[in-house]
Protein backbone atom coordinates (compact mmCIF):
# COMPACT_ATOMS: atom_id res chain seq x y z
CA UNK A 1 0.00 0.00 0.00
CA UNK A 2 1.33 3.12 -0.91
CA UNK A 3 2.01 5.86 1.53
CA UNK A 4 -0.27 8.94 1.78
CA UNK A 5 0.97 12.37 0.83
CA UNK A 6 -0.59 15.39 1.67
CA UNK A 7 2.11 17.75 0.06
CA UNK A 8 4.03 16.79 -3.18
CA UNK A 9 6.51 19.47 -4.72
CA UNK A 10 7.65 18.27 -7.74
CA UNK A 11 10.71 20.49 -9.11
CA UNK A 12 8.78 23.66 -8.18
CA UNK A 13 10.53 27.05 -10.08
CA UNK A 14 9.33 30.48 -9.45
CA UNK A 15 10.84 33.56 -11.09
CA UNK A 16 10.52 37.29 -10.15
CA UNK A 17 11.87 38.97 -13.30
CA UNK A 18 15.75 38.42 -13.23
CA UNK A 19 16.08 36.86 -9.09
CA UNK A 20 14.89 33.07 -9.08
CA UNK A 21 12.28 32.61 -5.80
CA UNK A 22 12.02 28.84 -6.02
CA UNK A 23 15.20 26.60 -7.86
CA UNK A 24 13.50 23.23 -8.97
CA UNK A 25 12.15 22.52 -5.21
CA UNK A 26 11.01 19.03 -4.57
CA UNK A 27 9.45 17.67 -1.16
CA UNK A 28 6.55 15.51 0.00
CA UNK A 29 4.94 15.69 3.27
CA UNK A 30 3.21 12.30 4.73
CA UNK A 31 -0.65 12.47 6.53
CA UNK A 32 -0.18 13.20 9.67
CA UNK A 33 3.10 14.59 9.62
CA UNK A 34 4.36 17.97 11.34
CA UNK A 35 6.61 19.59 8.76
CA UNK A 36 8.91 23.01 9.73
CA UNK A 37 10.09 24.98 6.75
CA UNK A 38 13.15 27.37 8.07
CA UNK A 39 15.39 29.83 6.38
CA UNK A 40 16.65 33.25 6.27
CA UNK A 41 14.45 36.20 5.26
CA UNK A 42 14.36 35.97 0.96
CA UNK A 43 15.15 32.43 0.91
CA UNK A 44 11.29 30.91 -0.78
CA UNK A 45 9.13 30.21 2.14
CA UNK A 46 6.60 32.19 1.72
CA UNK A 47 7.34 32.18 -2.07
CA UNK A 48 6.51 28.27 -1.44
CA UNK A 49 3.44 28.72 0.39
CA UNK A 50 1.59 31.04 -2.07
CA UNK A 51 2.87 28.90 -5.16
CA UNK A 52 0.95 26.30 -2.60
CA UNK A 53 -2.12 27.92 -2.58
CA UNK A 54 -2.27 29.36 -6.11
CA UNK A 55 -1.61 33.27 -4.87
CA UNK A 56 0.86 33.22 -7.69
CA UNK A 57 1.95 30.92 -10.62
CA UNK A 58 4.72 28.39 -10.31
CA UNK A 59 6.78 28.60 -13.67
CA UNK A 60 7.94 25.43 -13.57
CA UNK A 61 6.93 21.66 -11.91
CA UNK A 62 3.77 20.58 -9.69
CA UNK A 63 2.19 20.74 -6.71
CA UNK A 64 -0.47 18.22 -5.35
CA UNK A 65 -2.55 18.25 -2.10
CA UNK A 66 -3.71 15.12 -0.82
CA UNK A 67 -2.88 13.69 -4.40
CA UNK A 68 -5.10 16.48 -6.58
CA UNK A 69 -3.11 19.00 -8.62
CA UNK A 70 -3.42 22.70 -6.57
CA UNK A 71 -4.67 24.42 -9.24
CA UNK A 72 -8.37 22.73 -8.71
CA UNK A 73 -10.33 24.71 -6.02
CA UNK A 74 -11.11 21.06 -4.00
CA UNK A 75 -7.72 20.39 -3.47
CA UNK A 76 -7.65 23.43 -0.79
CA UNK A 77 -11.12 22.69 0.54
CA UNK A 78 -9.41 20.35 3.14
CA UNK A 79 -6.80 23.01 4.25
CA UNK A 80 -6.71 25.82 6.67
CA UNK A 81 -4.26 29.00 5.94
CA UNK A 82 -2.72 31.34 8.19
CA UNK A 83 -0.90 34.12 6.20
CA UNK A 84 2.10 35.65 8.14
CA UNK A 85 0.98 39.38 7.79
CA UNK A 86 -2.63 38.68 9.27
CA UNK A 87 -4.84 41.48 9.24
CA UNK A 88 -8.63 40.20 9.70
CA UNK A 89 -11.13 42.80 8.45
CA UNK A 90 -10.98 46.05 11.01
CA UNK A 91 -14.99 46.74 11.94
CA UNK A 92 -16.05 42.88 12.25
CA UNK A 93 -16.08 41.71 16.20
CA UNK A 94 -13.95 38.86 17.31
CA UNK A 95 -17.25 36.54 17.11
CA UNK A 96 -18.26 37.92 13.46
CA UNK A 97 -14.86 37.20 12.10
CA UNK A 98 -14.97 33.54 12.72
CA UNK A 99 -18.74 33.11 12.71
CA UNK A 100 -17.47 34.07 8.94
CA UNK A 101 -14.57 31.89 8.81
CA UNK A 102 -16.37 28.97 9.87
CA UNK A 103 -18.89 29.24 7.24
CA UNK A 104 -15.97 29.47 4.81
CA UNK A 105 -14.68 26.23 5.77
CA UNK A 106 -18.20 24.69 6.54
CA UNK A 107 -17.87 23.97 10.14
CA UNK A 108 -20.43 24.79 12.68
CA UNK A 109 -19.76 27.55 15.36
CA UNK A 110 -20.11 26.59 18.58
CA UNK A 111 -19.42 28.90 20.98
CA UNK A 112 -18.27 26.54 23.70
CA UNK A 113 -15.85 24.89 21.44
CA UNK A 114 -14.72 28.94 20.77
CA UNK A 115 -14.85 29.36 24.46
CA UNK A 116 -12.09 26.38 24.58
CA UNK A 117 -9.82 27.58 21.87
CA UNK A 118 -9.48 30.88 23.28
CA UNK A 119 -8.19 29.30 26.95
CA UNK A 120 -6.30 27.36 25.18
CA UNK A 121 -4.48 30.55 23.61
CA UNK A 122 -4.78 32.39 26.22
CA UNK A 123 -7.09 35.14 24.64
CA UNK A 124 -9.51 36.69 26.82
CA UNK A 125 -12.86 35.63 25.82
CA UNK A 126 -14.69 38.57 26.28
CA UNK A 127 -12.38 39.89 22.98
CA UNK A 128 -15.04 37.99 21.34
CA UNK A 129 -17.34 40.67 21.09
CA UNK A 130 -14.74 43.58 20.51
CA UNK A 131 -13.81 44.92 16.95
CA UNK A 132 -10.76 43.28 15.73
CA UNK A 133 -9.27 46.98 15.54
CA UNK A 134 -9.12 46.99 19.07
CA UNK A 135 -6.98 44.18 19.89
CA UNK A 136 -2.95 44.28 19.82
CA UNK A 137 -0.64 42.27 17.60
CA UNK A 138 -0.62 39.47 19.51
CA UNK A 139 -4.60 39.36 20.05
CA UNK A 140 -4.73 39.20 16.06
CA UNK A 141 -2.59 36.62 15.69
CA UNK A 142 -4.09 34.07 18.51
CA UNK A 143 -7.63 35.15 16.37
CA UNK A 144 -6.21 33.89 13.51
CA UNK A 145 -5.34 30.97 15.05
CA UNK A 146 -8.23 29.88 16.89
CA UNK A 147 -9.92 30.42 13.57
CA UNK A 148 -7.56 27.52 11.87
CA UNK A 149 -7.64 25.39 15.09
CA UNK A 150 -11.85 25.88 14.96
CA UNK A 151 -12.49 24.58 10.90
CA UNK A 152 -11.31 20.99 11.38
CA UNK A 153 -9.22 20.63 8.25
CA UNK A 154 -6.84 17.66 7.73
CA UNK A 155 -4.49 19.96 6.68
CA UNK A 156 -2.98 23.31 8.15
CA UNK A 157 -0.39 25.77 6.74
CA UNK A 158 1.08 28.24 8.95
CA UNK A 159 3.19 30.94 8.03
CA UNK A 160 5.16 32.33 11.19
CA UNK A 161 2.42 31.59 13.09
CA UNK A 162 4.01 32.53 16.67
CA UNK A 163 4.91 35.71 15.02
CA UNK A 164 3.61 38.76 17.88
CA UNK A 165 2.81 35.82 20.30
CA UNK A 166 4.53 35.93 23.64
CA UNK A 167 6.93 33.28 25.46
CA UNK A 168 3.49 31.90 27.23
CA UNK A 169 1.24 32.17 24.01
CA UNK A 170 3.86 30.47 22.31
CA UNK A 171 4.37 27.24 24.94
CA UNK A 172 0.37 27.29 24.82
CA UNK A 173 -0.43 26.91 21.12
CA UNK A 174 2.46 24.46 20.82
CA UNK A 175 0.72 22.30 23.50
CA UNK A 176 -2.25 23.03 21.12
CA UNK A 177 -0.65 21.85 18.40
CA UNK A 178 0.14 18.36 20.21
CA UNK A 179 -3.13 17.88 20.30
CA UNK A 180 -3.65 17.61 16.63
CA UNK A 181 -1.36 14.59 16.35
CA UNK A 182 -4.08 12.50 18.04
CA UNK A 183 -6.49 13.53 14.67
CA UNK A 184 -4.00 12.28 12.35
CA UNK A 185 -3.67 16.07 10.83
CA UNK A 186 -0.90 17.54 8.76
CA UNK A 187 0.89 20.62 9.63
CA UNK A 188 2.90 22.45 7.39
CA UNK A 189 4.60 25.86 8.56
CA UNK A 190 7.37 28.22 8.11
CA UNK A 191 9.19 29.75 11.00
CA UNK A 192 12.43 31.58 11.94
CA UNK A 193 12.08 30.10 14.81
CA UNK A 194 14.40 26.63 15.29
CA UNK A 195 13.29 25.94 18.89
CA UNK A 196 9.31 26.15 18.06
CA UNK A 197 10.53 23.85 15.37
CA UNK A 198 12.48 21.27 16.83
CA UNK A 199 9.78 21.22 19.71
CA UNK A 200 6.99 20.35 17.73
CA UNK A 201 7.79 19.19 13.98
CA UNK A 202 8.47 15.66 12.81
CA UNK A 203 10.83 16.82 9.84
CA UNK A 204 12.69 20.26 9.19
CA UNK A 205 13.35 21.75 5.70
CA UNK A 206 15.87 23.92 5.23
CA UNK A 207 15.22 26.32 2.35
CA UNK A 208 18.08 28.51 0.91
CA UNK A 209 18.59 30.79 -2.44
CA UNK A 210 15.19 28.69 -3.20
CA UNK A 211 16.69 25.84 -3.26
CA UNK A 212 15.96 22.81 -0.33
CA UNK A 213 18.91 22.05 0.91
CA UNK A 214 17.94 20.19 3.66
CA UNK A 215 14.72 17.68 4.45
CA UNK A 216 14.80 15.23 7.78
CA UNK A 217 15.03 15.71 11.30
CA UNK A 218 16.18 17.76 13.82
CA UNK A 219 18.77 14.57 15.30
CA UNK A 220 19.84 14.08 11.33
CA UNK A 221 19.96 17.47 11.14
CA UNK A 222 22.61 17.93 14.00
CA UNK A 223 24.67 14.18 12.92
CA UNK A 224 24.87 16.32 9.34
CA UNK A 225 26.27 18.79 11.00
CA UNK A 226 29.17 16.95 12.67
CA UNK A 227 26.62 16.11 15.52
CA UNK A 228 26.36 19.78 16.71
CA UNK A 229 23.96 19.65 20.22
CA UNK A 230 23.33 23.36 18.61
CA UNK A 231 20.40 23.08 15.90
CA UNK A 232 20.80 26.93 14.95
CA UNK A 233 25.12 26.17 14.38
CA UNK A 234 23.57 23.08 12.14
CA UNK A 235 20.93 25.21 10.29
CA UNK A 236 24.42 27.78 10.04
CA UNK A 237 26.62 24.94 8.66
CA UNK A 238 23.78 23.69 6.54
CA UNK A 239 23.20 27.16 4.43
CA UNK A 240 26.92 27.76 4.24
CA UNK A 241 27.38 25.09 1.83
CA UNK A 242 27.75 25.59 -1.55
CA UNK A 243 24.63 25.27 -3.92
CA UNK A 244 23.70 22.31 -5.67
CA UNK A 245 24.37 22.64 -9.21
Known amino acids: MSEVLALRFAQVTKNYGDTRALAEFSLDVRQGEFFGLIGVNGAGKTTLIKCLLDFCDADGGSIEIFG ?4 LTTARARLAFLPERFNPPFYLTGRDFLQYMLKLHRAPYDETRVERIFNALDLDFGALAKPARTYSKGMTQKLGLAAC ?9 LDEPTSGLD ?64 LEQAFLDCIAEPAAA
Open 149 to 157: LLSGKDLYV
Open 167 to 230: PKARALFKRELTRLRDTRCTVFFSSHALADVEETCDRVGIVHEGQLRFAGTPDELRRRSGGSRN
Open 68 to 71: VPHR
